[in-house]
């Protein structure tokens, strides 16, 4: 895209990675995704903050062709995806500082050929003065990096946020024009890459209250210029509060426990919990991440094989153990054969996960009519737990 002004003297460069579909080889990426830099020209100087990812780096230097001279190139957070084309940006600019927190530095160079001695660090809460421009750094560590800083331009009342509130839209809009799909792709960003990370993104979140935003400028996906729509998302994904919802991830090969756990969801609804079910041989891991933002219930369900839980469900339960969603409930359902530790070795590799078990049913074969009333218990349970905590239904 060629550069657009977002407020004067203030331009995104947004290269935008139509047809990619996987993001860190982990994250689906269903609508593409962009890189977004910001060329900041004030009256004494004109930095440009972060980069794009190397495959794109052409599309960034052919839009800065126009610009004769760069001070500071700000590197915001030192993943590839926004600071692989330093090097090329600092070989084009000889004169330009590398400015970054002091957590950056060692990322910086020990990921990227950078001469040490270009490199400035900035401290929280530093400015450096652009004349009718100041660049102020806030610290906003854990999204999702430990060195991630923002930068915020108080002329302008403009937040460069990086990869806080980004969203992962291939998308020719510099603003947000489709809150349903930026809501989504910001929501899944969100729960692959900073759930884990929830308590940090609270605080950041305190300490951004106390800035007057207008504008927030992402580096991924587009410019928010009505800021309480995504500020609000977050400070709801982050709260500790958790929906009537039941996250319902299961493999089946020969169809026993998809008829258990396809029983299970039609008596969860009768009780008016909502559940999302995933079948993990066909399902976008992404979406299942995304439920996993608000549930309070986890329910597994899976076939034994070779004596534990299928290996595509081992994947799953790894994924949320890894996530740390808000969940307080758990429950394993399946069948088996002959011999089974899947219910052991399901809870084996979920110890990050402080849930109250509400229940495991291992069925020998194909359920029956003992089965599905043990569901309904089981059914019965989740919801009364539920509503106990008065947990709310999503509209
Ligand atoms: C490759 C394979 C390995 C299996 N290993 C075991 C096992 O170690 N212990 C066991 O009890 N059942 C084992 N089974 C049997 C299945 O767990 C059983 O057929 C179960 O009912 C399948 O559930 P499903 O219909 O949901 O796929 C195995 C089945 C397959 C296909």
Aim: glycine share 6%; net charge negative.
């Amino acid at each position: 895209m060629n550069a657009r002004e977002i407020a004067k003297g203030i331009k995104v460069i947004s290269t935008v990675h139509w047809e990619r579909r996987l993001f860190d080889s982990l994250i689906p990426l269903p609508d593409g995704t962009s890189y977004n830099a910001y060329l900041i020209q004030g009256s004494k100087g004109t930095a440009l903050v972060d980069t794009t990812d190397p495959e794109l780096k052409h599309e960034l230097l052919d839009q800065l062709e126009s610009v004769e001279h760069i001070d500071y190139l700000v590197t915001q957070h030192s993943e590839q995806d926004h600071s692989g084309t330093i090097p090329d940006v600092l070989a084009r600019y000889p004169k330009a500082k590398l400015v970054c927190s002091s957590k950056a530095k060692d990322l910086v160079l020990t990921h990227l050929d950078v001469a040490p001695e270009r490199i400035r660090v900035v401290e929280d809460g530093e400015e450096i003065s652009l004349g009718d421009k100041t660049l102020q750094f806030v610290y906003t560590p854990w999204v999702h990096w430990p060195e991630t800083m923002c930068t915020y331009i108080p002329q302008d009342k403009c937040l460069l946020s990086c990869d806080f509130f980004g969203s992962h839209v291939a998308t020719s809009d510099m603003y947000v024009t489709n809150k349903e799909l930026v809501y989504e792709a910001a929501k899944r960003y969100f729960a692959e890459i900073m759930m884990p990370f929830r308590n940090m993104i609270r605080r950041n979140l305190d300490k951004l209250s106390g800035l007057e935003i207008d504008v927030i400028a992402p580096s991924h996906g587009p410019v928010y210029n009505e800021p309480d729509f995504i500020v609000d998302a977050y400070k709801d994904w982050v709260s500790p509060s958790m929906k009537n919802e039941v996250v319902l991830p299961y493999i089946t090969m020969h169809g026993s426990t998809e008829m258990m756990v396809k029983y299970l969801v039609n008596s969860l609804a009768d009780r008016g919990v909502t559940t999302h079910l995933f079948d993990l041989s066909v399902t976008d891991i992404g979406k299942l991440a995304i439920s996993l933002v608000d549930a309070a219930t986890l329910v597994v369900g899976t076939p034994t094989v070779h004596i534990g839980p299928h290996p595509g469900v081992f994947y799953a339960a790894h994924l949320a153990n890894m996530l740390r969603p808000k969940l307080k409930y758990a429950a394993i359902v399946g069948s088996y054969g002959w011999s089974s530790k899947a219910i052991e070795q399901i809870s084996g590799l979920i110890p990050n996960l402080k849930v109250d078990v509400l229940g495991t049913i291992l069925q020998k074969g194909a359920p029956t009519e003992d089965t599905y009333k043990q569901l309904d218990e089981l059914a019965e349970k989740i919801a009364n737990a539920h509503k106990e905590d008065e947990l709310v239904t999503t509209e």
